[in-house]
């Protein structure tokens, strides 16, 4: 939608296939990240947090790993699915309820 | 339960003229912060409340821009005079409590153009 970058790095998928989407946060003080979806014309969704003091953090079909070392946050999708497609977007707490959101990924899940 | 609601949910206008976004926040959220998305710069964030009281206001851009909280079920931001380059999707969140460390939710955004 409108409310993305123009040249927003785009993941292709087939349907069932498992997603990897990446994201580079920039304070290595950050202590609190999400990944939120947004589909074109809502608001960022949540689906799931992970806290510093954890390398991994598992939901219902996502899976969030976070990589301290070289400041590295990934969300896995499994089981890809069309209703997945949407821009998704990691945020870190730089601290005092200031979160940084990264320029987002668009998942593009093929039938 | 009904998220936090925005309104208009689409506004064009010509520049020069007041712009007036609105925010009903989650009953019982006393946090609520207010977004602005463009495709340049992607989500900042303008400001964020606590307990109706305006805590960082450092990503206003200018002053032209405002934002009130007058209680707890609502907040407005504000723009005058509006400007073509203040074009984007507002957004506002809200959670509960004064904790950093849980996730935001977001309203349906405010698609603002100004012409």
């Known amino acids: 939608g409108e409310s993305v970058g123009l040249h927003l790095p785009t993941l292709s998928v087939q349907e069932g296939d498992n997603s990897i989407i990446n994201c580079a946060y920039s304070n290595s003080a950050s202590d609190y990240f999400i990944w939120y979806k947004q589909e074109s014309g809502k608001g960022p969704q949540f689906i799931i947090d992970i806290r510093s003091n954890m390398d991994k953090r598992q939901g219902q079909r996502v899976t969030v790993l976070l990589n301290k070392t070289v400041k590295h946050l990934s969300l896995q999708i499994a089981a890809t699915q069309p209703g997945d497609s949407a821009v998704y977007f990691c945020?870190?707490?730089?601290?005092?309820?200031?979160?940084?959101f990264g320029s987002g990924t668009k998942l593009n899940v093929k039938p | 339960d009904a998220g936090v609601i925005q309104s208009p949910r689409h506004e064009v206008t010509e520049m020069g003229q007041e712009v007036t976004l609105r925010c009903k926040p989650i009953s019982g959220h006393n946090s609520l912060f207010w977004y602005r998305q463009t495709m340049m710069r992607g989500l900042e964030l303008l400001i964020y409340?606590?307990?109706?009281?305006?805590?960082?206001d450092s990503g206003m851009p200018e002053d032209r821009f405002s934002a009130k909280m007058p209680n707890a079920s609502f907040s407005t931001l504000k723009i005058q005079p509006s400007e073509p380059r203040d074009s984007a999707v507002y957004f506002c969140?809200?959670?509960?409590?004064?904790?950093?460390?849980?996730?935001?939710?977001f309203g349906d955004g405010t698609r603002l153009s100004i012409l």
């Open positions: 969140a809200t959670h509960r409590g004064a904790n950093p460390n849980q996730p935001q939710h």
């Open positions: 409340f606590n307990n109706n009281v305006p805590i960082d």
């Open positions: 945020a870190e707490n730089q601290g005092f309820n200031k979160f940084y």
